[in-house]
């Protein structure tokens, strides 16, 4: 079992960043995988972002060039840089972990809230 619990998230201008950070209760070094999803108001939980223990990472092609996926595993954390942030990018972001390339893990945090508005 792994607690996630992510923060980070809130108001931002079109063009703007945050950085979204998730912490996790326990050593993350095991996973296969560190992802990021996110989930719009009326859409389903699409995958934006993941992160592989050899540090191979995927992205959603919405973001590409846009954020950055990273984790620290020394500190148990994983990270979203998110540049030139759009109002479509307006989602609850969530933390996962144990999943793969494809599909997501069974350990989510509770979400963060995601408003690129002007």
């Known amino acids: 079992q792994v607690q996630l619990v992510e923060s980070g998230g809130g108001l931002v201008l079109p063009g703007g960043s945050l950085r979204l950070s998730c912490a996790a209760s326990?050593?993350?070094?095991?996973?296969?995988?560190m992802g990021w999803y996110r989930q719009a108001p009326g859409k389903e939980r699409e995958l934006v972002a993941v992160?592989?223990?050899?540090?191979?990472?995927k992205y959603a092609d919405s973001v590409k060039g846009r954020f950055t996926i990273s984790t620290d595993n020394s500190k148990n954390m994983a990270y979203l840089q998110m540049n030139s942030l759009k109002p479509e990018d307006t989602a609850i972001y969530y933390c996962?972990?144990?999943?793969?390339?494809?599909?997501?893990?069974?350990?989510w945090g509770q979400g963060t809230q995601v408003t690129v508005s002007s």
């Open positions: 996962n972990a144990g999943g793969g390339f494809t599909t997501a893990g069974p350990y």
């Open positions: 992160i592989t223990w050899g540090r191979v990472t």
């Open positions: 326990r050593s993350i070094f095991n996973f296969n995988a």
